[in-house]
């Protein structure tokens, strides 16, 4: 029997119903998608914005409706399992082999986004299309910049694993860059936090580079000691563990070990997709990784789509009517952000010298900025950097840049695949 | 990257912790539980107890705190999965066949336990354990003896599918007299809040012989045409759903299916378990049968412990503190209580006529109170007649039935092995 739910709270008639048209949706749009040959995920990204607050408005998408906390929490579930499934097929020996490569893609991925979105928004006040307190303007361009630089590899590491290119060249340097992307846009976001505080209470920017490097050496000591001591005992762990009875020990294990390096990661400022990620390279080195493999998948099955319908959902489409004089302006500064939003990345891909290697996948892969655009696009909503309407625009550009990656990460590996590998 | 969360809301990192520490430590005390040849599922309740507010306080255990929204839901999605699961393992011809020995059982087991529980408390009123308003003395007792006519078919199902038990006779009996119980209880609670809400405004009594009419026909309705339609529907679709390619639909279309029957099912008035049971009943005559059962084992094995640690941590261990000297009368009050408690389902096995069946394992099987009783005593909490005294050793009862049934169950089961089956 049921008794009714507080009116402030998720019934959980309400709760069950929005999950189900999450994974309802998510796998008819997800099928339709790789019917018309397009990647699975654009589908489930789809789904999200149909099912999101400004199409259908069945599900709870946005800050503040009531159950969007407990969607978003499942989601960063989801996300942490989807890139410790990922870890686990990654070869550590074979990131570190392309390090070097990574490293420069992702620095190069970082300043020319940021450059050309600060330049960008310079030139937006200039040509009228913006009218900023010249104050602030520096600001502004700065935040835009920060947000350009962002990636998510929730996004082309799913495409990549649905199409079984996780070992390829290309996969690994796209996935170490994200890694260091992820350093590098913690450390943009901490020098933007720092200098939006500093302007706000009129005193000395406390940026330093002491500061910078005590961010830098935090997160590459996380990642180095956490997969480190993982990989030596780890093994002797899970010998252990899978000599223990009890029915589903060694799948609720695993999973654990890669929340408490998730949990871990973000103490230490980095994503917990981060530590998922490092937990997936350690588990890889266990006895009983084709058995944790195994039962993890339908477990990610049903997190992920959770994960992409939440970044589909909170696209408003409204933003893109082009009948509502208002958004004619808004869209063009989104159509030149999310130009010089590709570029930027795409041209990552051009500053390796290895010829073995598609640059354009590497470039592409780099594209989606996903949850990471959304949370810089945030920040800068909260501080009150960005107004509505630069909100909307660039949060545009994110949902672009994160529908257009799919597609064309599908396409241009189909055409090199007679090429490369 | 990570932003701060805001305060009056649960962050990811405590989050992924609280989720972190039920997963381990309910495989740990589970481990611990089978190694001591006592039931995984004690383990689990056990180390709710340890993780709830009462004791180490590591998880959101009680209505309030926050997060503890978000983990009830997904003790919800637990239990759901769960029963959905056990369905899936039972035969509906089966169920039919036991139908009338199931309804005798369910019966007894609900007027027994309300007649004794209510005497009780007319009996702690007489020789002055309990000092209560002679005008609500009446419907404090009928509020209690409604908390004692619950039955909890998780715990018993749990126990019965970890020890490959679900095709006897036995279970069959238990599962059926399980899903009439919470229809029965139901009716006692529409009942009850009736005369409660009566009471309140000194009006006449809005119950009808009427209004239980319809809601016994809204009950067995929906499980006839549920069953019935989805028996006619479900094998063809699922056979079209075989066909289709994008990876995890199949298991998410069954889990789907699952949450519909559930959220139907509580829109009827009844328990969601209640639509997931019958869901499982329906997809078990699908030609994908195996493959559902298959890949929803590990969603199982992820979800279902979050059940039984909520349910554990509800538990206030302070109350057992005997060297509190106000204790000393709940836990009187609780231990009469829980010996009624146990006689009253214990008979209800004993009506059966059948001679190939362990009637005490059927009996015993019915004692577990759990999450159904829990939500009673909650019911007679928040309209205030119970006093929080009476609520403790109602709690209290509630808590000792259902950490008492498991290992009881087991070693009847083991002690039976020879003669029944």
């Known amino acids: 029997m049921s008794v ?6 998720l019934t959980v008639e309400n709760f069950l119903l929005s999950l189900t048209l999450i994974l309802v949706f998510s796998k008819v749009f997800g099928e339709l998608a790789e019917r018309i040959k397009q990647p699975a995920v654009l589908g489930e990204l ?3 914005v149909v099912l999101g ?3 259908l408005a069945l599900i709870p998408a946005t800050q503040g409706v009531i159950g969007y906390e407990t969607f978003h929490l499942l989601a960063e579930v989801g996300v942490a399992i989807l890139l410790f499934e990922i870890g686990l097929e990654t070869d550590l020996k074979d990131l570190i082999k392309v390090g070097p490569t990574s490293t420069l893609v992702a620095i190069t991925g970082v300043v020319l986004p940021f450059l050309l979105g600060f ?27 920060a947000t350009l630089t962002a990636t998510s ?38 020098v933007v936090t720092g200098l939006i505080e500093s302007f706000r209470s009129g005193s000395e920017s406390s940026v330093s580079i002491l500061n910078i ?24 762990m899970f010998n252990f563990f899978s000599k223990l009875k009890v029915r589903g020990l ?27 990620f490092a937990a997936g390279l350690v588990l890889r080195n266990t006895a009983q990784f084709n058995t944790i493999e195994h039962n ?20 408003d489409v409204t933003v893109f009517n082009p009948f509502v004089s208002e958004n004619i302006q808004v869209l063009l500064i989104a159509l030149i952000l999310f130009v010089v939003a590709v570029i930027g990345k795409f041209a990552s891909g051009f500053t390796i010298f290895q010829k073995d290697v598609n640059k354009s996948v590497i470039g592409v892969g780099m594209i989606p900025r996903g949850e990471v655009g959304l949370i810089f696009a945030q920040v800068g909503l909260s501080y009150a950097i960005f107004d509505s309407k630069l909100f909307s625009a660039v949060t545009a550009m994110v949902m672009l840049t994160t529908f257009i990656a799919p597609p064309l990460l599908q396409k241009l590996f189909k055409e090199g695949n007679d090429t490369v590998e």
């Open 119 to 145: 330049f960008s928004i310079i030139g937006f006040q200039k040509y009228g299309l913006l009218n900023l307190d010249p104050n602030t303007l520096t600001l502004v361009a700065i935040t835009c910049g």
């Open 250 to 276: 060694l799948l609720l294990f695993a999973i654990s070990f890669a929340l408490i390096y998730a949990i871990l990661s973000n103490l230490m400022g980095l994503a917990p997709i981060v530590g998922a």
């Open 4 to 9: 009714g739910g507080e009116a402030d709270h």
């Open 153 to 190: 590899v929730g996004i082309t590491a799913r495409v990549l694993s649905d199409m079984n290119k996780l070992q390829t060249n290309e996969s690994k340097i796209i996935l170490g860059a994200a890694v260091i992307d992820d350093i590098l846009g913690l450390i943009i976001l901490g």
């Open 296 to 315: 993890l998948k339908p477990v990610s099955d049903f997190f992920t789509p959770i994960f992409f319908v939440t970044i589909g959902a909170a696209v």
């Open 213 to 236: 490097g005590f961010i830098i050496l935090k997160a590459f000591g996380f990642l180095a000691v956490s997969i480190f001591v993982g990989n030596l005992i780890a093994p002797k």
């Open 53 to 55: 607050g400004s199409v």
């Open 46 to 48: 789809l789904a999200g």
